[in-house]
C-alpha cells in the first residue's frame, strides 16, 4: 500500500489557511513563502494542497496544457519515507488526465535530495537558471529547470 494512503483525502487550501501553509513552509525551507505569497496563489486559483494530517504542500498553477511546480515539500519529520514521491506521482497522474501535457520545476542546484526525486519522477533537467536563488549569506544559487512531458 502507497504511503500516501495514510494522508489523503488532500485538502483544497482556503484563504483562512494561508499562515497554516507559512508555518509549515518555514518549518522546511529557508526561503519560504510569506502569509502574503500563500493567500496571493489560494486568490489567483493556483492549485494549493496538503494532506489532511498537515505533513506535505504542493502548489501548482496550470497555463493552458501545461503546469508549473511553484511549491513542493514534506515536513523534515515525515522526508525519508516516500510520501513526497507518492504525492508528486499522484498529482502527475491527476493533471495528466485533465489535459495537461507537460510540468515545470525550478529546484537550487544544490538540493540533491529533491532532484533524485523529480528525476524519479521522470523530470529531467532541460535549463539552467543563472542566480536564481538567493542564499542565506546574501550570495546566490542557480537553479535547475526541469520538465516532465506527461
Known sequence: MSPL????????????????????????NSDSWSV???QDAIATNYQVWFTHNKCAV??????I??????????????????IGYHLLAHILETIKKSGITQMFL???????????????????ICGTRKNYYSTQT?????????????
Request: with cysteine; hydrophobic share 45%.
Open 106 to 124: 525550478e529546484v537550487r542546484i544544490s538540493n540533491a535530495k529533491a532532484i533524485r526525486l523529480y528525476q524519479r519522477c521522470g523530470f529531467v
Open 5 to 28: 494512503v495514510h494522508f489523503l483525502p488532500l485538502v483544497r487550501a482556503l484563504p483562512g489557511d494561508a499562515a497554516k501553509l507559512h508555518r509549515l513552509d518555514k518549518s522546511s
Open 65 to 82: 496544457d501545461e503546469t508549473e511546480l511553484l511549491r513542493f515539500f514534506v515536513i523534515p519529520s515525515y522526508q525519508g519515507q516516500g
Open 36 to 38: 502574503l505569497q500563500y
Open 58 to 63: 504542493i502548489v501548482w498553477m496550470k497555463a
Open 138 to 150: 546574501g550570495g546566490f544559487e542557480n537553479a535547475w529547470l526541469m520538465k516532465k512531458l506527461l
